[in-house]
């Protein structure tokens, strides 16, 4: 996955967001040369799916995560987080104001999705539960997160004579699990619900046997005036 964070930073977070469990850990040692033990931590990926909101700064704990805006369509690597309740805010870059303003609640050695999805003016979080499945032999895993807030409910298919459908009547907001799929260059085609009427047509989507992937539909199918972020696809390895 691309990566907005440095190495040092993400090195610093870390630092910070699992500071407090660090120090009520070895504060409690009673023994000269005992070590601590190991600090619980889940896994978080962030995504910027709001399609009419600006680039923006992450903030965990009052912390600032990212090291340059957040702009749509970014996303980052897994990051280390500590367990338990977390406070976000999503704030104009350099700004105290909020655009979003929530607390997650992590669990020990998950993975978890949080994406910035809705309009601006009703941005929130949405946040998917990563379950790690193992393709079956010579296949490829792939799941859909339907981030279009403007978009009917969808149906999708890899098609061809090897084609298969991945999912019906998916609105909004939701996703789907992880569904074996066959690999190579594939076509994927997204339809409205219960038609015919082909929304989003994806060409030459390659798949690598025992690969996971995330299928992304996005952006705004009716754009408002000087909006460019039309209704769009978009494929990210999740391992």
Do not use: W
């Not at 060409?203 to 000087?226: E, I, M, N």
């Amino acid at each position: 996955m691309k990566s907005f964070f440095s190495n040092q930073f993400i090195n610093k977070t870390s630092l910070i967001l699992l500071s407090l469990f660090s120090f009520s850990l070895t504060s409690c040692l009673d023994k000269e040369g005992e070590a601590p033990e190991p600090t619980p931590v889940a896994y978080v990926t962030l995504y910027h799916g709001a399609p009419d909101a600006p680039e923006f700064d992450i903030l965990v704990d009052n912390q600032r995560l990212n090291s340059q805006p957040f702009k749509y369509n970014n996303y980052s690597d897994y990051l280390r987080f500590s367990t338990g309740s977390r406070k976000f805010k999503f704030t104009p870059v350099n700004a105290a104001n909020s655009y979003v303003d929530t607390t997650l609640t992590f669990k020990e050695n998950k993975l978890y999705s949080v994406f910035a999805v809705n309009r601006l003016q009703d941005m929130e979080v949405l946040v998917v539960s990563d379950t790690v499945m193992t393709p079956a032999a010579g296949k490829a895993g792939m799941r859909i997160i339907h981030l279009s807030p403007d978009a009917p409910a969808v149906d999708v298919a890899t098609t061809g004579t090897t084609g298969t459908s991945i999912t019906t009547n998916l609105n909004f907001k939701e996703h789907t699990l992880f569904k074996d799929v066959a690999t190579g260059n594939q076509t994927i085609q997204i339809k409205r619900t219960g038609t015919n009427e082909v929304l989003l047509t994806l060409s030459d989507v390659a798949l690598t046997a025992g690969k996971s992937y995330s299928l992304l539909l996005r952006g705004f199918q009716t754009p408002p005036t000087g909006n460019t972020n039309i209704l769009s696809g978009q494929v990210v390895t999740n391992y």
